[in-house]
């Protein structure tokens, strides 16, 4: 790894302690890409700062974030605190020329979003992010540069989703997300839109029109003491909108976020169908959902407790896209040009799998078996995101 930079946490809750997790995994990453250090942490509650005390590099703990800022050890900030926090915390730390990772989203309402640009516009030196992870894995990479070549063609038509079942438990406390004052009113769009919208904006796909189906399917939850507390924010959201691309071409395009999709664990979809090729990525855990309050191999009555079983399978075809509509000789073209060390090429049968089926039922046309597997971004990375290719003229 060539270097290091030394980082700051504010907010030390679950995502705080993910990116904590993430920077002891750095030696697993095959790239030489520098270290992130977490020499400080930063949280108003002492048994979350306690947890960074087991960090190797983590010395210094705060209460107050301005006394981190103020360290000049601190190079870099990742902040993960409350949405409506998000505008006077991202400010702070762009103007005192600490590089920022911010979680999503950039501002609760519009009015905090043009307050982080300003400070941002006023320290150019300051490198500020917020980023979905999905776009990142190999197979999201490669469907990017089929688009950048223009091997779609015209689009007909572009869906993006990202959909789990976090909420699906009816009994589960209420938390900040779901009270407008803290999250604000625009509930999963706020939290989970970026995993849609990322991709089609750095493509050059914008929404020009938007319509919206929202729902608000849980009234109530309970809260610390066990009494119901109103839900005020959104669980699922459909954005049915025109698209318009660099050309100027216009199309049908949907943002699907939603909290409540039983069986779902982050699933990602990402699909573009053109006049020339079309391409669906997704990535859909396998899971056997159980209703909320039901125990595993209690049968289909109310009793006990279960949640979620993994299903055994191949972990590996999490994260695939499938082409259509393609010749043969296209997708093994297509293949060709996209196999590289970080993305293994599998070419599949529509109905067969990766094997494709036995010699004497071959048909014509049709192209079959491996084609390369390379070194990727992580072994876990490598065997997660791989990149499936079908042909299903």
Not at 29 to 48: F, K, S, T
Not at 236 to 257: K, S, V, W, Y
Not at 289 to 300: C, F, K, N, S, T
Not at 308 to 325: Q, T, Y
Request: glycine share 10%.
């Amino acid at each position: 790894m060539s270097g290091t930079v030394k980082f700051g946490v504010i907010g030390c809750g679950l995502m705080g302690r993910e990116f904590a997790s993430a920077s002891m995994r750095w030696l697993h990453l095959l790239g030489d890409i520098p270290r992130p250090v977490i020499v400080a942490a930063c949280d108003l509650n002492e048994a979350n700062r306690r947890w960074f005390s087991q960090v190797p590099d983590t010395k210094y703990f705060y209460s107050d974030y301005h006394e981190l800022l103020a360290n000049p050890e601190v190079e870099a900030v990742y902040c993960a605190v409350p949405h409506h926090l998000h505008g006077q915390v991202y400010t702070d730390v762009i103007r005192a020329g600490k590089h920022l990772l911010g979680e999503k989203p950039f501002g609760m309402d519009l009015a905090a979003c043009r307050q982080i640009l300003a400070a941002m516009e006023e320290h150019p030196e300051v490198f500020v992010r917020c980023a979905s992870e999905f776009p990142f894995y190999p197979a999201a990479q490669q469907m990017a540069r089929w688009f950048r070549e223009g091997a779609f063609g015209r689009i007909i038509e572009a869906r993006f989703a990202i959909k789990h079942s976090s909420d699906m438990d009816l009994t589960k406390p209420i938390n900040w997300k779901r009270q407008r004052a803290a999250n604000g009113e625009y509930g999963c769009m706020g939290d989970l839109g970026i995993h849609t919208q990322h991709l089609p904006f750095r493509l050059g796909l914008r929404p020009v029109t938007v319509s919206a189906q929202l729902a608000n399917l849980v009234k109530t939850r309970p809260d610390a003491q066990g009494n119901p507390v109103p839900c005020e924010t959104w669980d699922n959201a459909l954005l049915l909108c025109e698209g318009e691309d660099g050309a100027g071409d216009r199309f049908p395009m949907t943002f699907e976020m939603k909290r409540m999709a039983p069986g779902c664990t982050n699933s990602v979809e990402y699909e573009i169908d053109g006049l020339k090729m079309s391409a669906v990525l997704h990535r859909r855990p396998q899971r056997r959902v159980l209703y909320p309050g039901r125990r595993p191999g209690a049968g289909l009555g109310p009793a006990g407790g279960g949640a979620e079983d993994p299903v055994p399978g191949d972990h590996r075809r999490d994260f695939r896209v499938r082409l259509i509509r393609l010749p043969a000789a296209d997708v093994r073209r297509l293949c060709q040009r996209a196999a590289g060390p970080a993305l293994r090429v599998r070419v599949l049968h529509p109905r067969r799998g990766p094997a494709g089926p036995p010699a004497a039922d071959r048909r014509p046309g049709v192209v079959y078996g491996a084609a390369c597997r390379g070194a990727g971004m992580s072994d876990r990375t490598r065997r997660e995101a791989p990149l499936y290719v079908g042909n299903e003229k």
